[in-house]
């Protein structure tokens, strides 16, 4: 009997779907990319990944452009599909552009919130607790955004929130919490914890210089991240 083909790594996270439809098979290949289930520059077999649907080529490369126009999959000339790397400026960018939008979307939800909504963001800071407390980093990137787009979710602002959706997509692969450390991870969680008390208080002016700072330190932890951690492409 011939041994079984190994599929690659990234086909071997991939949920079997079989006769998966085009938008199955995109939600479940950027299920896969945001999790955070294969690092930066991981190539993608899509003959592999179609066997895992049981489908043709066609929609799998399909779903891959959808993904490319999203950032989060490259395609590499006579190199073929791989998940998105950034160099380390264009992390840090991506990084600004979150910034900016959450303070301009953090300034509309604070007039706007409610009982529920600090209800919800208190909920998402308790799972993220628990994350640090775990040691879970994959959780911690999880319950960080839940907790994050808590607070902004008041704002009612619809597009904005979609633009700044797309623009955390893009660091998602990357995962930096992994790699800094437990020192830096404690100062950006009291942050945390000094937003959501601030956003309690309807103290706008507060939450936005808190929000700044934080963005600051994660912004300087991300810029000292070594090279040698493979998670940026090469400028």
Request: hydrophobic share 45%; with cysteine.
């Amino acid at each position: 009997m011939a041994p079984k083909k190994r599929s690659s790594y990234f086909a071997s996270k991939v949920a079997p779907i079989p006769g998966a439809s085009r938008a199955e098979v995109l939600n479940e290949l950027r299920r896969v990319i945001l999790a955070g289930e294969v690092p930066p520059g991981a190539p993608i077999a899509v003959g592999e990944v179609a066997e895992k649907f049981a489908i043709s080529l066609i929609p799998v490369r399909e779903s891959l452009m959808t993904l490319i126009g999203e950032g989060l999959v490259d395609h590499r000339p006579r190199g073929g599909y791989a998940v998105a790397q950034l160099t380390l400026a264009e992390l840090r960018e991506v990084y600004v552009v979150r910034r900016v939008l959450e303070a301009a979307a953090l300034s509309a939800a604070v007039g706007l919130a409610g009982p529920r909504d600090d209800v919800r963001a208190g909920e998402a800071l308790a799972a993220l607790e628990q994350a640090v407390t775990d040691d879970d980093s994959a959780g911690y990137h999880r319950e960080s955004r839940r907790f994050h787009m808590a607070l902004l979710a008041p704002s009612g602002m619809q597009r904005l929130r979609y633009v700044l959706e797309s623009a955390w997509n893009v660091t998602e692969p990357c995962r930096p919490m992994a790699y800094i450390g437990v020192e830096e991870r404690s100062a950006l969680h009291a942050d945390h914890h000094a937003m959501l008390a601030a956003f309690v208080a309807r103290d706008a002016d507060a939450l936005l210089a808190l929000s700044a700072t934080h963005h600051q330190r994660l912004e300087s932890s991300i810029a000292d991240l070594p090279p040698e951690t493979g998670l940026f492409a090469a400028p």
